[in-house]
């Protein structure tokens, strides 16, 4: 089995590799290409990478590689985790919405729309180079803005699905509140990427007990605190949101925090300086601690078991992805990307039966759809006139003068990434 990870410089890779090597009997890897522009990040993660595999007793071998087409050539599966701009981009997104005191976020918002904007068109380039040298080869997304990205893969035709952290940290951290483990664990896990609830909490399978109420009861306070959000806000919705929720729920409070500490990319950034440094140490063997403040908590166990299940009909049953709706959630098109419990296998993912969404939360994800089908649209076809539309559509937006501000600011800050500007 071969596997290609297309932004394979980044930081966040020794996390993917260390699950590669640990959850080897699930997923064989003979081969793992890294593929990446920066060379230099390439050559310090791919020298990690192989001295992880070789103190795990992973017979694949590892190949590092500036060449897309030669990298992809003849995968099974190519995993997507690139930023396009950078930290620097990403400083930016989460910077100038809050001059019209807007969110400054690198997935929603603004912020999020810009990152979207600059990254559609690299994904899709990439996807059709993949399709021409192998057309069966699976894409696994996890390239934010996540829902936007896979749904432009998906109506371009390729063989792919979305993927993200939030749904298997929410299992993790349950199966460890309840003491079982996380197998035992079944989210009904139902919005957008980045704009979901836990609606409930199932012991054993779909259709095992549910223990959300417990879950609130004895570890409310807990779970509120990781949310950063009121725990009287839980009690009162009787569900988990995830913490993405909170530029919705306290989008002012959040705003005047942003205002006075430095960007997160700007954190990043100095701790992918240092990662990297580390990187370089011959005698390092295993990810650094340090790795777990870059973000990304359990993304490697849910790679390989997305990619387990799309290739070889192995890993979990049921697993959280971005895939089309068709017709799970009735008050969206069939074609708008949700992220929610799924069958997975060789044949792509199932959407399960989803309970009727309270209106609360089905009013939210219609509306951030609708913004999502305009912001696609801007990616695609470029132009003033659709960026200001999709801005406009955003509820953390919604007022023709800071949507005229912000097309301004995100067209300004990027126009180098942006062909028709």
């Known amino acids: 089995m071969k596997l290609a990870v297309v932004g394979g410089g980044s930081t966040y890779t020794p996390e993917l590799i260390d699950g590669f090597a640990r959850l080897r009997d699930t997923l064989p890897i003979e081969e793992l290409v890294l593929v990446d522009p920066a060379a230099d990040r390439l050559d310090l993660v791919g020298g990690l990478a192989r001295r992880i595999f070789a103190k795990q007793g992973h017979p694949g071998r590892i190949v590092t590689t500036a060449d897309l087409d030669a990298g992809v050539e003849g995968a099974d599966a190519v995993l997507l985790q690139l930023r396009v701009g950078g930290q620097a981009a990403r400083n930016q997104d989460e910077t100038w919405p809050l001059e019209c005191g807007c969110v400054g976020q690198e997935t929603t918002g603004a912020g999020g729309l810009a990152k979207a904007l600059r990254t559609v068109p690299v994904v899709l380039d990439i996807a059709e180079r993949v399709r021409r040298t192998n057309p069966n080869a699976w894409l696994i997304d996890f390239t934010n803005p996540v829902g936007i990205v896979t749904r432009a893969l998906l ?125 370089g140490d011959p005698a390092l063997d295993e990810k650094p601690e340090l790795l777990a403040k870059r ?32 017709g799970t959630l009735p008050f969206l098109p069939d074609d708008a990307v949700i992220e929610v419990q799924a069958a997975v296998g060789t044949k792509g993912a199932t959407p399960l039966a989803v309970p009727e969404l309270d209106p609360l939360y089905a009013g939210l994800t219609a509306n951030v759809t609708a913004y999502e089908d305009l912001a696609l649209e801007a990616a695609l076809r470029g132009g003033r006139d659709r960026v200001y539309r999709a801005l406009l559509a955003h509820p953390l937006i919604g007022q023709f003068e800071y949507a005229e501000q912000l097309t301004d600011q995100l067209i300004a800050h990027n126009r180098e990434h942006l062909a028709w500007a």
């Open 295 to 326: 973000g990304g908590a359990f993304y490697s166990e849910a790679a390989v078991d997305l990619a387990a299940a799309l290739l070889a009909g192995g890993g979990s049953p049921y697993q959280v992805v971005n895939t089309y709706n068709r």
């Open 155 to 279: 109506q371009a035709g390729h063989k792919a699905v979305g993927l993200c952290n939030v749904a298997i940290g929410f299992q993790r951290k349950f199966a460890k509140l309840l003491d079982v483990t996380p197998g035992d664990v079944h989210l009904e896990h139902v919005g957008l990427n980045h704009l979901t609830w836990e609606t409930a909490v199932r012991l054993g399978g779909p259709e095992g007990e549910n223990v959300l109420p417990r879950l609130l009861a004895e570890h409310g306070d807990a779970i509120a605190a990781d949310l950063r959000l009121p725990r009287q806000i839980l009690d009162r919705l009787g569900v988990v949101p995830s913490y993405y929720l909170r530029y919705f729920y306290a989008h002012d409070e959040v705003v005047r925090e942003l205002r006075t500490k430095p960007s997160r990319a700007s954190e990043v950034a100095a701790m992918e300086s240092e990662l990297l440094t580390l990187y």
